[in-house]
């Protein structure tokens, strides 16, 4: 098995989905309902085979009451590019879609009513997900964006206030516009469990970053970054400042003038395998 074929091995379904094609059955809807799967699952397809191209690891792909999700067992330490590509990959999928589907409805092969209805539907599906908000795609791309500026946590945290705000604005929208449109109003309160949940775990999604930094594979070094530091600053502080991208070197300013410096991969072996999380980098030289 290819690492491309391997892929269709890791999709899942979850169980609240066939509760969704129970009610478009008993509504007529089944078509329909099909249709906009079809266009989530290949959109999130699209992620998947991206992913297995660069060798990521791949934990599943679930179809969702209200979408699909590409699960990928990384933590926040691929290559900045290789992970713009990922995120992309799904979006571009929309575009392909686009195009078959002119092509098929101008030959007569696909019905107005059909065309027309795949066309709104795929649209939608590809600006909604481009929303500024996490676990979309939108939401994805301003955190890699961010990590080409600032510290992995420091990233993380503006992403989600960011989510949160846009997200706000949405549900606002929806109160006033679309009121009456419960499937939106499912889905956007699905949003907004997830991003709770990010939320609540970011010291978490944190941890895993450190954790993959360490215990990973290890990446080819494109850039250095020094971290000048006090004697008594704390590990953890230190490691509030590691960025995507960068490989650091910890210069801790001394007395007299004296430096010391230490290779990054000293301080997480003192954290996580020496277990002194409460330590300063003073008594870690000390």
Known sequence: MNKYSEVFSKITIHPLFWGIIAIAVFTARFKEVLILFFIVFIHELGHAIAAAHFKWRI??????PFGGVAELDEHGNKPLKE???VIIAGPVQHVWMVAAAYLLYTVGWMGENFYHFFMWNNMLILCFNLLPIWPLDGGKIVLNILSHR???LQAHNIMMRISIVCLSVVLGLQLFWNGKNMMMWAL???LAF???QEWKQRRYAFMRFLLERYYGKKQEVVKVAAITVGKEASLYH???QFRRGYKHSIIIQGDHKNQYTLDENELLYAYFTEKRTTSSIEELIG
């Open 238 to 240: 230190i490691f509030t």
């Open 83 to 85: 992970e713009a590509i």
């Open 194 to 196: 997830s991003l709770f």
């Open 59 to 64: 934990k599943r792909i679930q179809l969702l």
């Open 150 to 152: 600032f510290p992995f």
């Open 188 to 190: 956007l309160l699905f």
